[in-house]
């Protein structure tokens, strides 16, 4: 095998397997547009998300810190907690590629961002975890894309060379991190895109 033929994949999980769509999960609750722009911000762009995906904040926390930012009640801003982890569910094209890779045989991994409770929830209502060689969740390593040290430690742990190893997100500062720490990269768009340009890269 040459020492720059990719074989491994890395997947992202919301916004690939999984649909993440904020301004649906505010859309649900609230008719002003104002309103969900503004909590947008104040909730899911909001350094303390980052936080809580990386494991520095439990939910409690993040809850508590949101009420007193927003001014919106802590039963309203549980029930949007609890709404976007319903939201995500299977986006199937992607979900078959997936399947459709490990039934070659080539190695798969899983590379997100979200807090442990999250992950915990997705592990029970989903089942295409056991197509993962190794899955990283920021969450538990209490590290978050896209720094380099989550690329880093998902290599080290799995020993995987970066030249031989090519990351799917949907986001494209993401995609930048995955190349500045030394792997392919795909931005996703829809599965027939990334399909092609990950078999383009396979090819090689």
């Not at 810190?65 to 992607?94: F, H, N, V, W, Y």
């Not at 991190?177 to 599965?191: M, V």
């Given at each position: 095998?040459?020492?720059g033929k990719i074989r491994n994949v890395i997947f992202d999980l919301g916004?690939?397997?999984?649909?993440?769509?904020?301004?649906?999960?505010?859309?649900?609750?609230?008719?002003?547009?104002?309103?969900?722009?503004?909590?947008?911000?104040?909730?899911?762009?909001?350094?303390?998300?980052?936080?809580?995906?990386?494991?520095?904040?439990?939910?409690?926390?993040?809850?508590?810190?949101?009420?007193?930012?927003?001014?919106?009640?802590?039963?309203?801003?549980?029930?949007?907690?609890?709404?976007?982890?319903?939201?995500?569910?299977?986006?199937?094209?992607?979900?078959?590629?997936?399947?459709?890779?490990?039934?070659?045989?080539?190695?798969?991994?899983?590379?997100?961002?979200?807090?442990?409770?999250?992950?915990?929830?997705?592990?029970?209502?989903?089942?295409?975890?056991?197509?993962?060689?190794?899955?990283?969740?920021?969450?538990?390593?209490?590290?978050?894309?896209?720094?380099?040290?989550?690329?880093?430690?998902?290599?080290?742990?799995?020993?995987?060379?970066?030249?031989?190893t090519v990351f799917i997100d949907d986001l494209p500062l993401n995609v930048?991190?995955?190349?500045?720490?030394?792997?392919?990269?795909?931005?996703?768009?829809?599965?027939?895109?990334?399909?092609?340009?990950?078999?383009?890269?396979?090819?090689?």
């Amino acid at each position: 095998m040459g020492g720059g033929k990719i074989r491994n994949v890395i997947f992202d999980l919301g916004g690939v397997l999984l649909d993440w769509n904020p301004e649906k999960i505010l859309g649900g609750f609230y008719a002003d547009p104002a309103l969900r722009a503004s909590l947008q911000q104040s909730l899911f762009l909001h350094p303390e998300w980052r936080a809580l995906n990386r494991g520095e904040l439990t939910e409690g926390d993040f809850l508590a810190r949101a009420e007193q930012r927003t001014g919106r009640g802590g039963a309203e801003l549980a029930a949007l907690l609890d709404a976007m982890r319903e939201s995500l569910i299977t986006k199937p094209d992607t979900v078959a590629l997936l399947q459709s890779l490990h039934r070659r045989g080539v190695p798969l991994y899983c590379l997100s961002d979200m807090p442990i409770s999250v992950y915990a929830y997705l592990r029970v209502r989903h089942d295409f975890w056991s197509a993962f060689s190794g899955i990283v969740i920021s969450g538990e390593v209490r590290m978050a894309k896209p720094d380099r040290e989550i690329f880093d430690h998902l290599l080290t742990r799995f020993k995987l060379r970066p030249e031989q190893t090519v990351f799917i997100d949907d986001l494209p500062l993401n995609v930048d991190g995955a190349i500045a720490a030394g792997l392919h990269a795909i931005q996703f768009r829809d599965a027939v895109q990334c399909t092609r340009d990950l078999d383009a890269l396979l090819a090689r």
